[in-house]
C-alpha cells in the first residue's frame, strides 16, 4: 500500500506541474499546453542520449540517479491519501528533511563538478538559500509537532484529524511559515524562477545547465516531486480532512479525489502569487527567509504560550 | 543654424589656429569639414574637450597610397567633421583615446581593419579581429580581397588578454559568447567577489559580417538594402541614415511627402522595439505577466506594419530617393485607430507594472549611469536621456520631417533601470504624438524622386534618431555610381562601454536586467 502510495506520488508530480503551468499560462491570457505536456517532456528526454562534459566525473552522472532516489524516498515518509500505513512507523519529519538534505548536496556536488562557473555560482546560491531555509522549515513542522507531540507525519496528521476545526494561532503562523519556506525550496518565483534563459540569474537551473537527456529527465522529474512533496505536506498537515484513516477502496478513493483537489487550489494559489510579484532581489533572500523564521518562531511561541497549557 | 551655434565654431577655430593648429576648412555637401594635419590629432581632442565637443564616430579610409583618417564631433547640435591624412608608408597618428574614452574602441576597430597605429592609445589589445583572417592583414585595405581569405575552420578566439584580478575571494565568471536563450553572441568577462560585480569587460566582434568591406562597389539601391541589415532592430534607422548620406552626397533632395513617409516608418520602428523592450526588462526580473502583454500589443502593432507597409519590421521601405511604398487615407485611418487602441492598452498595463512594489524594488537605483559618466562617454538615445543627456537628433539637428514640427524630448535624470524603462514610455507617447501629426501634415505627391548619378569622389555625413538613438552614416562614391566607402555608427557603439560603468557595484545576479535596460545591438556594434 505504501509502495502504491509512493508509485501514486510519483507518477502524479508531473501533472501538478503541467497543471501549475496552465494556472499560469491561463493569468498571462497566453495558450497553455496540454496538461500532460510534463509526461511528454520526460518521455522525450529519457530517449535522448545524454551529454555528459569531458571533465566531468563519477559524481556527475550518478548524482540524478541519487537525486531521484533520495527525492522518491522522502516522498514516501509523507502521507498522500492515507495516513497510519504500516511503513508509516519507519520514518519521521526529520529523516523527510535529511533525505531532501542529501538530494540537495549531491545536487550542489553535480554543479560544482564539471567547473563552469555557472555550477559553480549555483551551487553556492542554493546552499545559501538552503541554509536559510532549512531551520525555517523545521521550526514550522516542531510547532506541529509539539502540539501532536510526536515527529511522525502520519500520528500528527491524525491528531489534528481528531482535535476537529480549532483555531489554533501557532498553526497558523507555521501553515505561513511552510508556505514561504515551500516557495523557496522548489526555486519558484520570487526566490528562483524556473522558466528563465538567464544564466546570471538563475540559481537551481545553473546547477542542471550541463544535463541533459535522462539524466535531466530524473532531475526535472526530481524537482516536479519536491514541488508536489511540498504541496501535499501543506495540504495535508493544516488541512487533512479527506485523508483516507482505513484502508478501504471508497476511502481510499475519496482521499485521493481530496489531495488531488487540494493540491489544485494551492497550485492555483502559486500561480497567482507568480503571477503578481517579480523575482527578488539575491540578498533579499535572506530577508525573506527570516521572515520564514520568525514566523515558524512566533507559532512555537504562541504554542507554548497560548496552546501549551490545556 | 542660429547664432550662438556658429559663434561656437568660430571661437573654437581661432583657439586652434591660436594652439598652432593648421586648420583647412572645407564645405562639403551638409557638412563642415576640418582638416589638419596629422601630428595635431591629439592636440584637437584635448581642444575639444575643452570646448565641451561630444565624441560622435571614428573611421578610416584607404586611398591608394595614403589613409584618410575622419572624426565627428558635435556640440549644440552642430556636427564638426574632421579629417586627417597620412601616408601608407608611414601609418600613424597619435590617439584621440586619451582625451576621449569613446574613441578607445573604434581607434581598436581601426587599427585591426587598416594597421593604423594610434600612438599613446591607452589598450593595445585586437578589438574586431579575433582569428577570421590573419596576422598582416588588413580587410578595410583595398588589396584585400573582398571575399577574404578565410580558413576551412576559423579557429577559435583564444588567449584574448583580458583584464586579471587576483586576491582571496575574487572569482572570474565568463558568460557567452553562446547565451542560454537566444539572443545575439557577445562574452562578458566578470570579476567578482561573492556577487558583487568589481569589474566587467565586454569582448564584441562575434557577429562581424565585414559590411564595410562589401558595401564597397555597391550602387545606392543595393548600398541601401545592405545598411537595412546592419542591425535587423533598426532596419527603417540604418537605411534611412544611408540614404540620406547618399542623397546629400548625389545633391537630391526627396519630396516632402517621401520625408513624412520615412517619420512615420522611423516612429512606428521606435514604438515597436521600445514595447519589446519594456517587456523584456520586466521578464528580466520574472514579472512575466507584463512581458506577454508588452508583447502581446507589439505584435498588433507589427501586424499593421505588415498589412501597411508589407514588411513586419519595415525592411526595405526607404530606397534612395525616397520611400517604396505609399499610404492611403484608408492606411491613414488604420493607424489612427491603432494608437487609440495601443494608448489604451498601454494604460492598463502601465497602471499594473506602476502599482507593483517588487518590480520597483528591482529596477530603482540599479544599474546606476551617473549623468557625468553618460556625458564623459557621450551616451546616446535612451541611455543617455534617462541619464539627464538631452541630446536628441530630430530636435537639436533637425532633418525633415521634424524640422516642420515641434515636440518634446523625453528625459529623465536618475539614470536606474527604472528610468531607461519609464524614458521609453514616454517616447513611445512622443512617438504616438509624432505620427499623428505627420498623418494630419503628410503633403500630397510623389514618394520618390528619381536617382541622379554624383560625381565621383562626392561624399557626405549624415546623422538620423534610430530607435536606439543618433545614427551617423558616412558615404563616398566612385565613378559609375558605386559606393567607394561606407561607415555606419550604431548608437550601440557609443552605449556598450556605458554598460561596463553602469553595472559596477551591483549583483551579478542583476547583470542582466542592467544589460536589458541598455539593450546594445550586437550586430549594429560588430558590423
Same mark, same amino acid.
Given at each position: 500500500?505504501?509502495?502504491?502510495?509512493?508509485?501514486?506520488?510519483?507518477?502524479?508530480?508531473?501533472?501538478?506541474?503541467?497543471?501549475?503551468?496552465?494556472?499560469?499560462?491561463?493569468?498571462?491570457?497566453?495558450?497553455?499546453?496540454?496538461?500532460?505536456?510534463?509526461?511528454?517532456?520526460?518521455?522525450?528526454?529519457?530517449?535522448?542520449?545524454?551529454?555528459?562534459?569531458?571533465?566531468?566525473?563519477?559524481?556527475?552522472?550518478?548524482?540524478?540517479?541519487?537525486?531521484?532516489?533520495?527525492?522518491?524516498?522522502?516522498?514516501?515518509?509523507?502521507?498522500?491519501?492515507?495516513?497510519?500505513?504500516?511503513?508509516?512507523?519507519?520514518?519521521?519529519?526529520?529523516?523527510?528533511?535529511?533525505?531532501?538534505?542529501?538530494?540537495?548536496?549531491?545536487?550542489?556536488?553535480?554543479?560544482?563538478?564539471?567547473?563552469?562557473?555557472?555550477?559553480?555560482?549555483?551551487?553556492?546560491?542554493?546552499?545559501?538559500?538552503?541554509?536559510?531555509?532549512?531551520?525555517?522549515?523545521?521550526?514550522?513542522?516542531?510547532?506541529?509537532?509539539?502540539?501532536?507531540?510526536?515527529?511522525? $507525519?502520519?500520528?500528527?496528521?491524525?491528531?489534528?484529524?481528531?482535535?476537529?476545526?480549532?483555531?489554533?494561532?501557532?498553526?497558523?503562523?507555521?501553515?505561513?511559515?511552510?508556505?514561504?519556506?515551500?516557495?523557496?525550496?522548489?526555486?519558484?518565483?520570487?526566490?528562483?524562477?524556473?522558466?528563465?534563459?538567464?544564466?546570471?540569474?538563475?540559481?537551481?537551473?545553473?546547477?542542471?545547465?550541463?544535463?541533459?537527456?535522462?539524466?535531466?529527465?530524473?532531475?526535472?522529474?526530481?524537482?516536479?516531486?519536491?514541488?508536489?512533496?511540498?504541496?501535499?505536506?501543506?495540504?495535508?498537515?493544516?488541512?487533512?480532512?479527506?485523508?483516507?484513516?482505513?484502508?478501504?477502496?471508497?476511502?481510499?478513493?475519496?482521499?485521493?479525489?481530496?489531495?488531488?483537489?487540494?493540491?489544485?487550489?494551492?497550485?492555483?494559489?502559486?500561480?497567482?502569487?507568480?503571477?503578481?510579484?517579480?523575482?527578488?532581489?539575491?540578498?533579499?533572500?535572506?530577508?525573506? $527567509?527570516?521572515?520564514?523564521?520568525?514566523?515558524?518562531?512566533?507559532?512555537?511561541?504562541?504554542?507554548?504560550?497560548?496552546?501549551?497549557?490545556? | 543654424?542660429?547664432?550662438?551655434?556658429?559663434?561656437?565654431?568660430?571661437?573654437?577655430?581661432?583657439?586652434?589656429?591660436?594652439?598652432?593648429?593648421?586648420?583647412?576648412?572645407?564645405?562639403?555637401?551638409? +557638412?563642415?569639414?576640418?582638416?589638419?594635419?596629422?601630428?595635431?590629432?591629439?592636440?584637437?581632442?584635448?581642444?575639444?574637450?575643452?570646448?565641451?565637443?561630444?565624441?560622435?564616430?571614428?573611421?578610416?579610409?584607404?586611398?591608394?597610397?595614403?589613409?584618410?583618417?575622419?572624426?565627428?564631433?558635435?556640440?549644440?547640435?552642430?556636427?564638426?567633421?574632421?579629417?586627417?591624412?597620412?601616408?601608407?608608408?608611414?601609418?600613424?597618428?597619435?590617439?584621440?583615446?586619451?582625451?576621449?574614452?569613446?574613441?578607445?574602441?573604434?581607434?581598436?576597430?581601426?587599427?585591426?581593419?587598416?594597421?593604423?597605429?594610434?600612438?599613446?592609445?591607452?589598450?593595445?589589445?585586437?578589438?574586431?579581429?579575433?582569428?577570421?583572417?590573419?596576422?598582416?592583414?588588413?580587410?578595410?585595405?583595398?588589396?584585400?580581397?573582398?571575399?577574404?581569405?578565410?580558413?576551412?575552420?576559423?579557429?577559435?578566439?583564444?588567449?584574448?588578454?583580458?583584464?586579471?584580478?587576483?586576491?582571496?575571494?575574487?572569482?572570474?565568471?565568463?558568460?557567452?559568447?553562446?547565451?542560454?536563450?537566444?539572443?545575439?553572441?557577445?562574452?562578458?568577462?566578470?570579476?567578482?567577489?561573492?556577487?558583487?560585480?568589481?569589474?566587467?569587460?565586454?569582448?564584441?566582434?562575434?557577429?562581424?559580417? @565585414?559590411?564595410?568591406?562589401?558595401?564597397?562597389?555597391?550602387?545606392?539601391?543595393?548600398?541601401?538594402?545592405? +545598411? @537595412?541589415?546592419?542591425?535587423?532592430?533598426?532596419?527603417?534607422?540604418?537605411?534611412?541614415?544611408?540614404?540620406?548620406?547618399?542623397?546629400?552626397?548625389?545633391?537630391?533632395?526627396?519630396?516632402?511627402?517621401?520625408?513624412?513617409?520615412?517619420?512615420?516608418?522611423?516612429?512606428?520602428?521606435?514604438?515597436?522595439?521600445?514595447? @519589446?523592450?519594456?517587456?523584456?526588462?520586466?521578464?528580466?526580473?520574472?514579472?512575466?505577466?507584463?512581458?506577454?502583454?508588452?508583447?502581446?500589443?507589439?505584435?498588433?502593432?507589427?501586424?499593421?506594419?505588415?498589412?501597411?507597409?508589407?514588411?513586419?519590421?519595415?525592411?526595405?521601405?526607404?530606397?534612395?530617393?525616397?520611400?517604396?511604398?505609399?499610404?492611403?487615407?484608408?492606411?491613414?485611418?488604420?493607424?489612427?485607430?491603432?494608437?487609440?487602441?495601443?494608448?489604451?492598452?498601454?494604460?492598463?498595463?502601465?497602471?499594473?507594472?506602476?502599482?507593483?512594489?517588487?518590480?520597483?524594488?528591482?529596477?530603482?537605483?540599479?544599474?546606476?549611469?551617473?549623468?557625468?559618466?553618460? +556625458?564623459?562617454?557621450?551616451?546616446?538615445?535612451?541611455? @543617455?536621456?534617462?541619464?539627464?543627456?538631452?541630446?536628441?537628433?530630430?530636435?537639436?539637428?533637425?532633418?525633415?520631417?521634424?524640422?516642420?514640427?515641434?515636440?518634446?524630448?523625453?528625459?529623465?535624470?536618475?539614470?536606474?533601470?527604472?528610468?531607461?524603462?519609464?524614458?521609453?514610455?514616454?517616447?513611445?507617447?512622443?512617438?504616438?504624438?509624432?505620427?499623428?501629426?505627420?498623418?494630419?501634415?503628410?503633403?500630397?505627391?510623389?514618394?520618390?524622386?528619381?536617382?541622379?548619378?554624383?560625381?565621383?569622389?562626392?561624399?557626405?555625413?549624415?546623422?538620423?534618431?534610430?530607435?536606439?538613438?543618433?545614427?551617423?552614416?558616412?558615404?563616398?562614391?566612385?565613378?559609375?555610381?558605386?559606393?567607394?566607402?561606407?561607415?555606419?555608427?550604431?548608437?550601440?557603439?557609443?552605449?556598450?562601454?556605458?554598460?561596463?560603468?553602469?553595472?559596477?557595484?551591483?549583483?551579478?545576479?542583476?547583470?542582466?536586467?542592467?544589460?536589458?535596460?541598455?539593450?546594445?545591438?550586437?550586430?549594429?556594434?560588430?558590423?
Amino acid at each position: 500500500m505504501a509502495i502504491v502510495q509512493t508509485l501514486l506520488f510519483a507518477a502524479l508530480a508531473p501533472l501538478l506541474a503541467g497543471w501549475l503551468k496552465w494556472c499560469k499560462c491561463f493569468l498571462q491570457n497566453r495558450r497553455a499546453p496540454s496538461l500532460f505536456q510534463s509526461y511528454r517532456d520526460l518521455i522525450k528526454l529519457t530517449r535522448k542520449q545524454p551529454v555528459v562534459a569531458e571533465h566531468a566525473s563519477w559524481v556527475f552522472t550518478r548524482a540524478p540517479y541519487i537525486i531521484f532516489s533520495a527525492t522518491v524516498l522522502a516522498a514516501s515518509v509523507v502521507p498522500l491519501i492515507a495516513v497510519n500505513l504500516p511503513t508509516s512507523a519507519i520514518a519521521d519529519v526529520i529523516v523527510l528533511v535529511g533525505f531532501l538534505g542529501s538530494a540537495r548536496f549531491f545536487l550542489a556536488l553535480a554543479g560544482l563538478d564539471i567547473g563552469t562557473a555557472f555550477g559553480g555560482m549555483g551551487s553556492s546560491r542554493e546552499m545559501t538559500v538552503s541554509s536559510l531555509a532549512e531551520p525555517a522549515m523545521l521550526m514550522a513542522v516542531f510547532t506541529l509537532s509539539m502540539t501532536a507531540s510526536t515527529t511522525n $507525519l502520519s500520528v500528527g496528521i491524525t491528531h489534528v484529524l481528531n482535535e476537529g476545526l480549532v483555531l489554533r494561532p501557532s498553526f497558523v503562523f507555521a501553515l505561513f511559515a511552510l508556505i514561504l519556506v515551500a516557495v523557496a525550496e522548489t526555486g519558484r518565483i520570487p526566490i528562483d524562477n524556473p522558466t528563465t534563459h538567464l544564466e546570471l540569474t538563475m540559481i537551481h537551473e545553473a546547477m542542471i545547465l550541463e544535463y541533459s537527456g535522462r539524466h535531466l529527465a530524473l532531475i526535472e522529474w526530481a524537482s516536479q516531486l519536491k514541488l508536489m512533496l511540498y504541496g501535499v505536506l501543506i495540504a495535508n498537515i493544516f488541512f487533512p480532512w479527506g485523508i483516507a484513516e482505513t484502508i478501504s477502496l471508497q476511502s481510499l478513493l475519496s482521499g485521493l479525489l481530496a489531495i488531488v483537489g487540494k493540491l489544485a487550489v494551492l497550485a492555483i494559489v502559486l500561480a497567482i502569487s507568480e503571477t503578481l510579484v517579480a523575482k527578488m532581489r539575491l540578498f533579499r533572500v535572506q530577508e525573506y $527567509l527570516s521572515f520564514a523564521y520568525l514566523l515558524g518562531l512566533l507559532g512555537m511561541l504562541s504554542h507554548i504560550i497560548l496552546e501549551a497549557s490545556r | 543654424m542660429n547664432s550662438t551655434t556658429a559663434n561656437w565654431q568660430t571661437a573654437f577655430f581661432n583657439q586652434l589656429v591660436l594652439k598652432g593648429c593648421v586648420v583647412e576648412r572645407i564645405s562639403i555637401a551638409s +557638412a563642415m569639414l576640418w582638416q589638419i594635419e596629422s601630428r595635431d590629432w591629439q592636440l584637437f581632442a584635448e581642444q575639444g574637450l575643452e570646448e565641451q565637443l561630444r565624441w560622435v564616430a571614428g573611421w578610416a579610409e584607404h586611398n591608394q597610397s595614403q589613409f584618410l583618417v575622419n572624426a565627428c564631433f558635435e556640440k549644440q547640435g552642430l556636427y564638426l567633421w574632421l579629417r586627417t591624412i597620412i601616408t601608407a608608408e608611414k601609418p600613424e597618428l597619435p590617439s584621440q583615446a586619451t582625451v576621449y574614452p569613446a574613441a578607445s574602441r573604434s581607434e581598436r576597430h581601426t587599427r585591426d581593419m587598416f594597421g593604423i597605429e594610434f600612438i599613446g592609445h591607452p589598450d593595445d589589445r585586437r578589438w574586431t579581429r579575433h582569428k577570421a583572417w590573419s596576422e598582416n592583414s588588413y580587410p578595410l585595405r583595398k588589396d584585400f580581397p573582398v571575399q577574404g581569405t578565410p580558413d576551412h575552420i576559423t579557429p577559435p578566439d583564444m588567449d584574448y588578454p583580458f583584464v586579471k584580478s587576483h586576491g582571496t575571494g575574487v572569482y572570474e565568471i565568463p558568460v557567452g559568447p553562446v547565451h542560454a536563450g537566444i539572443i545575439e553572441p557577445g562574452h562578458f568577462r566578470f570579476q567578482a567577489v561573492g556577487e558583487l560585480i568589481l569589474n566587467l569587460e565586454e569582448r564584441l566582434g562575434y557577429v562581424h559580417k @565585414g559590411i564595410e568591406k562589401i558595401a564597397e562597389g555597391r550602387v545606392p539601391v543595393s548600398l541601401a538594402r545592405l +545598411a @537595412g541589415r546592419i542591425s535587423g532592430d533598426t532596419t527603417v534607422g540604418h537605411a534611412w541614415a544611408a540614404c540620406m548620406a547618399m542623397e546629400q552626397a548625389a545633391g537630391i533632395s526627396i519630396p516632402p511627402r517621401a520625408a513624412f513617409l520615412r517619420g512615420i516608418l522611423a516612429e512606428r520602428e521606435r514604438v515597436a522595439n521600445h514595447l @519589446g523592450d519594456m517587456g523584456a526588462i520586466c521578464n528580466d526580473v520574472a514579472f512575466i505577466f507584463a512581458q506577454m502583454q508588452f508583447t502581446r500589443i507589439r505584435e498588433l502593432w507589427l501586424r499593421t506594419n505588415a498589412q501597411l507597409f508589407g514588411h513586419r519590421l519595415l525592411m526595405d521601405r526607404i530606397i534612395p530617393g525616397g520611400v517604396a511604398c505609399d499610404l492611403t487615407d484608408t492606411g491613414c485611418a488604420l493607424i489612427r485607430q491603432d494608437i487609440v487602441r495601443l494608448r489604451n492598452e498601454l494604460a492598463d498595463i502601465l497602471m499594473a507594472v506602476d502599482l507593483n512594489s517588487t518590480l520597483e524594488d528591482r529596477l530603482y537605483t540599479a544599474g546606476y549611469l551617473a549623468p557625468e559618466l553618460a +556625458a564623459a562617454y557621450g551616451a546616446v538615445g535612451y541611455v @543617455g536621456r534617462a541619464s539627464g543627456q538631452r541630446f536628441d537628433v530630430r530636435k537639436d539637428a533637425p532633418y525633415a520631417p521634424y524640422d516642420q514640427i515641434s515636440f518634446k524630448v523625453a528625459v529623465e535624470a536618475q539614470g536606474d533601470i527604472a528610468s531607461r524603462f519609464w524614458v521609453r514610455n514616454k517616447e513611445i507617447n512622443s512617438a504616438l504624438k509624432l505620427i499623428e501629426k505627420f498623418i494630419d501634415l503628410l503633403p500630397p505627391g510623389d514618394i520618390m524622386t528619381a536617382w541622379r548619378e554624383p560625381l565621383a569622389g562626392s561624399e557626405s555625413l549624415a546623422a538620423v534618431e534610430g530607435w536606439r538613438g543618433e545614427i551617423v552614416s558616412y558615404v563616398r562614391f566612385e565613378a559609375d555610381n558605386k559606393i567607394a566607402r561606407f561607415y555606419s555608427r550604431d548608437p550601440s557603439i557609443i552605449n556598450w562601454p556605458a554598460l561596463e560603468k553602469l553595472v559596477l557595484d551591483n549583483i551579478v545576479p542583476d547583470f542582466p536586467v542592467c544589460n536589458k535596460s541598455l539593450n546594445g545591438s550586437y550586430s549594429g556594434n560588430d558590423l
